[in-house]
């Protein structure tokens, strides 16, 4: 199994920002879309970047929040910028459309979460 290790939540006052990150830290040969969640793993959709590096976001977060890879793209980093007491949450990432290089299966893995607390 391959873990995703999630870190950099915190307590912020509202117009702060956090620095989430998500790594896949064991030995794989999948590439990965990866996806973060908050209220829960799948609760609400807030960010992905596929395999190219192309963002997509939530319409709550959008120009807000920033997602990346890192420079070995077993990283993945969520910027959260202008944070909002709404944003309070845990936050979740997970991997999605994995491929071997064969073409084969690949399972999905989830972080075990980071929690965001966004004071007034």
């Known amino acids: 199994q391959v873990p995703l290790v999630v870190s950099g939540g915190g307590s912020v006052q509202a117009g702060g920002s956090l620095r989430l990150s998500c790594v896949i830290s064991g030995i794989t040969s999948c590439t990965y879309d990866m996806k973060w969640y908050r209220h829960g793993p799948q609760g609400d959709f807030v960010a992905e970047i596929d395999?190219?590096?192309?963002?997509k976001y939530a319409d709550s977060v959008k120009d807000r929040f920033t997602i990346s890879h890192g420079n070995a793209k077993n990283t993945v980093y969520l910027e959260l910028n202008s944070l909002k007491p709404e944003d309070t949450s845990m936050y979740y990432c997970?991997?999605?459309?994995?491929?071997?290089?064969?073409?084969?299966?690949?399972?999905?893995?989830w972080g075990q979460g980071t929690q965001v607390t966004v004071s007034s």
């Open positions: 997970q991997t999605a459309r994995g491929r071997s290089p064969d073409g084969g299966f690949c399972p999905d893995y």
């Open positions: 395999k190219y590096g192309t963002a």
